[in-house]
């Protein structure tokens, strides 16, 4: 089955207490599809925590491989799916 092709975009302003401290945006976005269909993952940086940035791209990262992964298994559910999200997300953080 042929899925219809979709644009998206998306943006995230950096807020006036991080330009302040020179701290770089630490949210993230990104857009995936498989033969699932499209997706959209938001992440949100946490603050000002060391890493944080990294650590959403990471995430969203996760989110995208591991519905791929899960959406290839009928039988998988959705605790499994938020698992793979976590393990997804610990292997590429550490």
């Known amino acids: 089955m042929r899925h219809q092709e979709w644009n998206s975009c998306g943006a995230s302003c950096i807020g006036p207490a991080h330009i302040e401290k020179n701290l770089p945006n630490q949210d993230s976005w990104r857009k995936f599809a498989g033969n699932f269909g499209p997706g959209v993952v938001v ?51 550490q």
């Open 43 to 93: 992440c949100d940086g946490i603050g000002e925590l060391a890493n944080a940035d990294i650590g959403s791209r990471a995430a969203c990262a996760a989110v995208a491989e591991a519905i791929a992964a899960w959406h290839a298994h009928p039988d998988a559910t959705r605790d499994h799916l938020i698992r793979l999200i976590h393990l997804f997300w610990a292997m590429k953080v």
